[in-house]
């Protein structure tokens, strides 16, 4: 059950020096360790991402992004559109991040032709 173990208020009785506003405005935090469903993160060093990355054209832009971006533990994701156009894009990635274990290029099966704004985008992630 996903509620709010805080106790309710009534907005026409509230407690003595307690406002609207600072209800509006609390935040709530779940007990640490209580909560099986969370794990908290007490470093950021501890925190990892993964970054899918959508590309077409201009693959040494795509490189410098992920160089800019990189932090141990990170992982990124890239899909080149699989147009015939844009497969030097692909071969460059390839080449480039070969030897990189954090950097992984969806393989030809998996890549879709994008239109621009059109729902293949949201295909491709």
């Known amino acids: ?3 709010c173990p805080e106790e309710k208020l ?6 003595p020096n307690t406002s609207i506003a600072d209800i509006q405005f609390r935040k ?10 969370t794990e908290y993160i007490d470093h950021p060093n501890n925190l990892n ?3 899918a990355i959508l590309t077409h054209e201009a693959p040494y832009s795509t ?3 992920v160089e800019a971006l990189y932090e141990p533990g990170h ?3 890239i899909h080149v559109d699989a147009k015939e156009q844009f497969e030097p894009t692909f071969q460059t990635l390839k080449k480039y991040f070969s030897n990189k274990t954090y950097v992984h290029l969806l393989p030809h099966p998996y890549r ?3 239109n621009w704004g059109g729902f293949s985008m949201v295909n491709a992630t």
Do not use: A, G
């Not at 009534?10 to 407690?15: A, F, I, R, S």
């Not at 709530?28 to 469903?37: A, G, I, L, R, V």
């Open 49 to 51: 991402f993964l970054y």
């Open 75 to 77: 992982i990124f994701v």
């Open 28 to 37: 709530y935090q779940p007990p640490k360790n209580n909560n099986t469903e």
């Open 10 to 15: 009534d907005w026409y009785n509230l407690p």
């Open 63 to 65: 490189i410098r992004l």
């Open 1 to 3: 059950v996903n509620e």
């Open 112 to 114: 879709v032709k994008v």
